[in-house]
């Protein structure tokens, strides 16, 4: 099982991860480990499961071996400290950060982020606010009353619930899976936007911009039912 956060240890302590991927066989192939002799374990696979998000001390490790490697008791505290430490250098919970470009990072508690361009946020929850995503920016998990605006390019966001709010959607981007009393609004270009369910709301839709499988009691004002693409199921006025 992969999961965030992975990593691979090897045997002379050195953790080995990436802020793109999750997958321990992805990580083998980045960093080009040998992976081919049963009998001996040139590294080992780890992770760290979010439990408070905010708080990698709650996290739960683990190492994702049947067999645990003969060397793994001589750097098992440190490397566990080491993954904590990396996590926790991800999570920002409070000020103000004008740019991120790269990385992989969780925004929580007050945290304002002023213009992301790529790289990834796995969450974004609690007050949270991040304004100006674009590039190729990846946004996944938009919680409680976090609010996003200003999303163009080809930038992608998931998993929007709660009372979370997205506005100004613009360019070819792309917001899936939108729950709870969630809201969006002020969507145009090429945009796209999926699977909506839930008690949640789209409105003020123009352009080109399209909206696909809605369900449950989510509402669409008359602007935006003009860009369902295909049937919608439940759809109140």
């Not at 499961?49 to 505290?77: G, K, Q, Y």
């Not at 002023?114 to 007050?127: A, P």
């Not at 792309?174 to 796209?192: K, W």
Request: net charge negative.
């Amino acid at each position: 099982m992969c999961n965030f956060l992975s990593a691979l240890v090897l045997k002379n302590g050195d953790v080995l991860h990436h802020p793109m991927l999750d997958s321990h066989a992805d990580l083998v192939r980045y960093f080009k480990l040998p992976d081919t002799d049963a009998h001996i374990q040139h590294f080992a696979k780890v992770e760290l499961t979010p439990v408070d998000w905010a708080d990698a001390a709650t996290w739960n490790f683990r190492v994702d071996e049947e067999v645990l490697p003969v060397w793994w008791a001589d750097v098992a505290s440190a490397v566990e400290g080491t993954l904590r430490s990396r996590a926790a250098g991800m999570i920002l919970k409070d000020g103000d950060h004008d740019l991120i470009v790269d990385g992989c990072w969780i925004v929580a508690g007050t945290a304002k982020v002023r213009d992301v361009r790529s790289g990834r946020i796995i969450l974004v929850q609690d007050s949270a606010q991040i304004s100006n995503v674009g590039g190729s920016a990846q946004i996944s998990g938009v919680w409680d009353s976090a609010q996003i605006s200003g999303v163009r390019g080809s930038a992608q966001i998931s998993g929007v619930r709660d009372s979370a709010q997205i506005s100004g959607v613009r360019g070819s981007a792309q917001i899936s899976g939108v729950r709870g009393s969630a809201q969006i609004s002020n969507v145009g270009d090429s945009a796209q936007i999926s699977n909506v369910g839930g008690l949640a709301r789209i409105s003020n839709v123009g352009g080109l911009a399209r909206i696909s499988n809605v369900w449950g009691s989510a509402t669409l004002d008359a602007s935006a039912k003009a860009h369902v693409i295909v049937p919608v199921d439940a759809v109140t006025p």
